[in-house]
């Protein structure tokens, strides 16, 4: 399950951790927790919630109008929580054997 | 301005179903996006138009993926049996009294009459069994059409053309098969209309069919191809329920369409297909499919959004 997860996915999943969102804002904020790496158009965003939501990942929460301008706010699901959850502890466990790797000295044998 | 109108115009790429609801919320999102510079009005509008396209793609595909394909292949079972009857009648190696049919032609017919009467009464291991049967004389001019095999294709005299058997019944053989898997079992007295009408055609075919002139025979096999066409086409139009019917009514125009072009173009151009399927048949067999999946995609709502 894990596996189909994109980086992308992955941090629009993760600015949600603090509560719902709108479209740009989750946008913005998956941009700042990548670092930059993860810039997110909002045909792609909502390509990628829509089949959050159809996961159960994700759900809209409510939709409101501020300053003119729709703004529709999605919320992450318990089955969205737990997903990545997974996904973070499977990307913990990849990490540590790269970095027990590196930890060693060159040329040792254990 | 000009932004908005690259957006609205980008957003009409979103399938309409979509668009009253997901139009707005998404265009405004762009808007946002490129108000703060976090992103360009090219890329907005290309995601737009993307977003557009995958969604019309997933709806099309679940359309189909949805359809009731069950219900249609049992629906055109006795019909499309009913058709290879009547065809591979009409295109018996001659003559028939005084020589040999051959055998492959023989095992194709009686795996055929056996199916299409089994359909009629609803048996469905035997309806089965017998399109299976009619399917060993393809597969046997498809082996020997690629090399790995001894003997001679099976071509068929039909008017003043060749039609080859298995360019001409592979894949309608194929549907049968999977049709007559589907047939629904039947009570025998309300079969009896069904029966009559399998018994009559196959009458008839076997005492009109090898009798009729070349060119009458061709003016019959191209009437009859261009007015199933145009009449599965009027019923796909008019089908009530949008995806049920058209799904039925392009099913039925392709599994029909397949045999009868490629009858049709080996009578009106009186050739003998040197290579199995001919180009004529094959472009008449895909004009056929493709003219079912419009038929489907016409009836089918989002497809047409």
């Known amino acids: 399950m894990s596996a189909t997860i994109t980086e992308p996915t992955y941090y629009t999943l993760a600015a949600l951790l603090d509560g719902p969102l709108h479209g740009y804002a989750i946008a913005r904020k998956a941009h700042e927790?990548?670092?930059?790496?993860?810039?997110l158009s909002a045909g792609t965003l909502y390509g990628a919630l829509t089949r959050l939501t159809e996961r159960g990942l994700v759900a809209i929460d409510h939709q409101e109008i501020?300053?003119?301008?729709?703004?529709?706010?999605?919320?992450?699901?318990?089955?969205?929580?737990q997903t990545l959850k997974l996904e973070a502890g499977r990307m913990v466990e990849a990490a540590a054997i790269v970095m027990r790797h590196h930890a060693r000295p060159a040329g040792g044998t254990a | 301005?000009?932004?908005?109108?690259?957006?609205?115009?980008?957003?009409?790429?979103?399938?309409?179903?979509?668009?009253?609801?997901?139009?707005?919320?998404?265009?405004?999102?762009?808007?946002?996006?490129?108000?703060?510079?976090h992103s360009s009005i090219i890329r907005e509008a290309g995601g737009l138009i993307w977003l557009g396209l995958a969604w019309r793609t997933n709806a099309a595909w679940s359309e189909v993926r949805g359809g009731p394909w069950r219900g249609a292949a049992a629906a055109i079972a006795l019909p499309l049996g009913l058709l290879g009857v009547a065809i591979?009648?009409?295109?018996?190696?001659?003559?028939?009294?005084?020589?040999?049919?051959?055998?492959?032609w023989m095992a194709l017919l009686g795996g055929l009459v056996s199916a299409v009467a089994a359909i009629a009464l609803g048996h469905q291991r035997t309806a089965l069994a017998g399109s299976l049967v009619a399917l060993v004389p393809v597969a046997h001019d498809l082996w020997v059409q690629a090399g790995a095999g001894p003997g001679a294709?099976?071509?068929?005299?039909l008017a003043d053309g060749?039609?080859?058997?298995?360019?001409?019944?592979?894949?309608?053989?194929?549907?049968?098969?999977?049709?007559?898997?589907?047939?629904?079992?039947?009570?025998?007295?309300?079969a009896s209309a069904r029966v009559t009408v399998v018994v009559t055609?196959?009458?008839l075919a076997t005492i009109g069919g090898p009798a009729i002139s070349a060119a009458a025979l061709g003016a019959t096999v191209v009437t009859l191809s261009v007015g199933a066409t145009a009449g599965g086409v009027l019923v796909a139009r008019a089908a009530p329920t949008h995806l049920g019917g058209a799904s039925r009514c392009g099913v039925l125009v392709a599994a029909a369409g397949l045999p009868v072009s490629?009858?049709?173009?080996?009578?009106?151009?009186?050739?003998?297909?040197?290579?199995?399927?001919?180009?004529?048949?094959?472009?008449?067999?895909?004009?056929?499919?493709?003219?079912?999946?419009?038929?489907?995609?016409?009836?089918?709502?989002?497809?047409?959004?």
């Open chain 1, 33 to 39: 927790l990548s670092a930059g790496r993860v810039r």
């Open chain 2, 88 to 104: 591979w009648i009409a295109a018996a190696p001659q003559p028939v009294g005084g020589g040999w049919p051959g055998l492959w």
């Open chain 2, 153 to 157: 294709r099976v071509d068929l005299p």
């Open chain 2, 262 to 305: 490629a009858w049709a173009g080996a009578v009106a151009w009186s050739a003998h297909f040197d290579h199995g399927l001919g180009p004529i048949g094959l472009a008449g067999a895909v004009g056929a499919v493709l003219l079912g999946l419009v038929g489907l995609a016409r009836r089918g709502g989002n497809l047409s959004n």
């Open chain 1, 66 to 81: 501020v300053d003119g301008r729709n703004r529709r706010y999605h919320r992450l699901t318990d089955a969205g929580r």
């Open chain 2, 201 to 203: 055609v196959v009458v």
């Open chain 2, 1 to 37: 301005m000009i932004t908005d109108w690259l957006l609205r115009v980008a957003g009409r790429a979103l399938p309409a179903s979509r668009r009253p609801s997901d139009g707005p919320v998404v265009h405004d999102c762009a808007r946002d996006m490129i108000d703060d510079g």
């Open chain 2, 162 to 190: 060749w039609l080859p058997l298995s360019g001409a019944w592979a894949l309608p053989g194929v549907l049968l098969v999977v049709a007559a898997r589907l047939t629904p079992r039947r009570d025998l007295r309300r």
